[in-house]
């Protein structure tokens, strides 16, 4: 039996890896990729069987050895060159959520044979690993994409199958995946062989069973009054503050931070609902929450908007292009800067009205 020793990039964590006969839970169910459905750039040609995409289906092939291998998937870009030179970047400075280290830079979507509940996600990072920085689930009955893991860039020189460990077990079941990925800290390309998804079986669930934490047109529009049995938010001393002064101190927070504060009482929604905060709105961080409703609540806000950045929205069928093209005609006239990459609802009527 061939047993696979691997130093993972993560620090004080030694990793033995047999791909065959790993040891773990038996009502654990452990699949391989079955269809690359998404992604955002790949290195190979659309033609082309190296670098692509597609090289994450099935068990890995290259692993446990590290070096430049065509038979795996490799992002478009590396380093701080394409960042610099990226026109969202150069003209969005985007405030991310206290959770997020990073904005992801490219994304894959894996699609898997069986739902399961996911327990953990080993990611098979043969070259340049550590550029992986977020991992969703979708959630199929409800809808939704849901995070399942968060973390930092890093740099390692080894070979690397680290499992990304759930905080806790999760209670929906899944069979989509998506990936996101920053390498800008990179001196090369990072290369991935497989992705592994290891989840226990599918049960029944209550629509009740999981409180609905998605953000989505509540959040992005919510009412500007405390809901029913709750305390207002004291906001004593606040009042006594110059207007400019809290549109400066609000202007630290993340476009989600914002929209939740909004509803906390009237003081802040009419600073939240400040349209300096809205010149420049960048929801690609935000792709798996914007729909139809979150769009068209943002229209109220968006009345100087000068800059959008709606890279990666849509996917799923989210975003539809009659919900776009609505929210062009009418905040359209002072637009400067559209990036609309990655954005399955274009059409020819969105091209149109741009």
Same mark, same amino acid.
């Given at each position: ?32 990729? !079955? ?19 597609? /090289? ?21 870009? =590396?380093?701080?060159?394409?960042? +610099? ?5 150069? /003209? ?7 959770? +997020? ?15 399961? @509940? ?8 043969? %070259? ?5 920085? @977020?991992?969703?689930?979708?959630? +199929?009955?409800? /809808? ?67 409180? =609905? ?46 929209? @939740? ?8 929604? !009419? ?6 905060? %809205? ?20 229209? !109220? ?7 959008? /950045? ?45």
């Amino acid at each position: 039996v061939r047993v696979w020793s691997v130093i993972c990039v993560r620090p004080f964590y030694l990793c033995f890896y047999r791909y065959s006969e790993i040891k773990m839970d038996t009502n654990v169910i452990r699949q391989d990729v !079955k269809e690359v459905t998404d992604y955002s750039s790949q290195y190979g040609s659309y033609n082309s069987i190296s670098y692509v995409a597609l /090289n994450v289906v099935g068990a890995p092939e290259v692993f446990p050895e590290y070096g430049d291998y065509a038979e795996t998937f490799s992002a478009r870009t =590396y380093g701080p060159w394409w960042l +610099r030179h990226s026109v969202s970047d150069r /003209n969005f400075n985007t405030i991310l959520p206290k959770e +997020r280290h990073v904005k992801s830079q490219d994304y894959v979507e894996l699609q898997y044979e069986q739902e399961v @509940r996911p327990v953990t996600v080993t990611i098979f990072e043969t %070259y340049n690993p550590g550029s992986v920085v @977020r991992i969703l689930a979708f959630d +199929r009955l409800k /809808n939704r994409w849901k995070e399942l893991w968060v973390g930092k860039p890093t740099k390692g020189a080894e070979a690397c199958a680290w499992p990304r460990p759930l905080p806790s077990e999760e209670t929906f079941a899944t069979r989509v995946l998506r990936l996101e990925f920053h390498h800008a800290h990179l001196d090369y390309h990072a290369q991935i062989d497989a992705v592994v998804l290891a989840g226990k079986p599918k049960q029944l669930e209550s629509p009740d069973s999981e409180c =609905y934490e998605h953000t989505s047109a509540t959040a992005i529009h919510p009412p500007p009054s405390c809901q029913q049995g709750t305390s207002p938010v004291s906001t004593a001393g606040f009042h006594s503050l110059p207007r400019e002064l809290l549109t400066q101190i609000f202007g630290y927070l993340d476009l989600l931070s914002l929209c @939740r504060l909004s509803g906390t009482c009237k003081l802040f929604w !009419k600073v939240c609902y400040d349209r300096i905060f %809205y010149q420049c709105l960048d929801l690609q961080p935000y792709w798996e929450k914007v729909n139809d409703n979150a769009l068209e609540a943002l229209q !109220k806000r968006c009345t100087t908007l000068e800059k959008l /950045n709606l890279s990666w929205c849509g996917a799923g069928g989210y975003l539809s292009a009659e919900a776009f093209v609505s929210f062009m005609e009418l905040r359209g006239e002072l637009l400067q800067c559209l990036c609309l990459s990655s954005c399955p609802f274009v059409d020819n009527e969105c091209l149109k009205v741009v």
